[in-house]
Antibody, heavy 116, light 110 residues
Framework: EVQLVQSGAEVKKPGESLRISCKGS????????ISWVRQMPGKGLEWMGR????????NYSPSFRGHVTISADKSISTAYLQWSSLKASDTAMYYC?????????WGQGTLVTVSS | QSVLTQPPSASGTPGQRVTISCSGS????????VSWYHHLPGTAPKLLIY???QRPSGVPDRFSGSKSGTSASLAISGLQSEDEADYYC???????????FGTGTKVTVL
């Protein structure tokens, strides 16, 4: 059974750093892209960027490039989304998702709350 | 920012048919296939339709999809209470070089 299991909810202060994770199982982790998708409170889904775990090639949506970093460790079938300096506007639910098109499996989401 | 436009809400009584539209452009829907997702906030979205009108294994045939030009639609026939959720369309966007999602439609079963 394909599963993407994400790390737990986080509460951070503005300016702090954060890395959240997404562990894949039930399939060959290097066979499919992992994307990260943001959902701000009461809003829709936004694609942030993706990584190819086989070679760690990434590409980002212009809206998120330079503000987040996507990485992966294929030895432990895990992808990451990280911020070096969080803002209050980063408060959102973040989902990881598998495959280029269509996205077929999603993680359960990680709620990130940034508040002073 | 969502690039695909959906109505914010749709509703029906049990057993009725509900249709949700999704409007895009030449760089996404017109050039690529459309997928649809069922989403209960705080849970993992679930793929309902891919390649415009294909259902993954396990998705009831009450759900059907279609596409024409720069628009697509999802139909739910025989509406059931468990169909209450948010529904999102999605398509690859050649300009973004990534997927774009719809604004989302909340379906209510009256």
């Amino acid at each position: 059974e394909v599963q993407l299991v994400q790390s737990g909810a986080e509460v951070k202060k503005p300016g702090e750093s954060l890395r959240i994770s997404c562990k894949g199982s039930g399939y060959s982790f290097t066979s499919h892209w992992i994307s990260w998708v943001r959902q701000m409170p009461g809003k829709g889904l936004e694609w942030m960027g993706r990584i190819d775990p086989s070679d760690s090639y990434t590409n980002y949506s212009p809206s998120f490039r330079g503000h987040v970093t996507i990485s992966a460790d294929k030895s432990i079938s895990t992808a990451y989304l990280q911020w070096s300096s969080l803002k209050a506007s980063d408060t959102a639910m973040y989902y990881c998702a598998r495959r280029r098109e269509p996205i077929d499996y999603w993680g359960q989401g990680t709620l990130v709350t940034v508040s002073s | 920012q969502s690039v695909l436009t959906q109505p914010p809400s749709a509703s029906g009584t049990p057993g009725q048919r509900v249709t949700i539209s999704c409007s895009g452009s030449g760089s996404n829907i017109e050039s690529n296939t459309v997928s649809w997702y069922h989403h209960l906030p705080g849970t993992a979205p679930k793929l309902l339709i891919y390649s415009n009108n294909q259902r993954p294994s396990g998705v009831p045939d009450r759900f059907s999809g279609s596409k024409s030009g720069t628009s697509a639609s999802l139909a739910i026939s025989g509406l059931q209470s468990e169909d209450e959720a948010d529904y999102y369309c999605a398509a690859w966007d050649d300009s973004l070089n990534g997927p774009v999602f719809g604004t989302g439609t909340k379906v209510t079963v009256l």
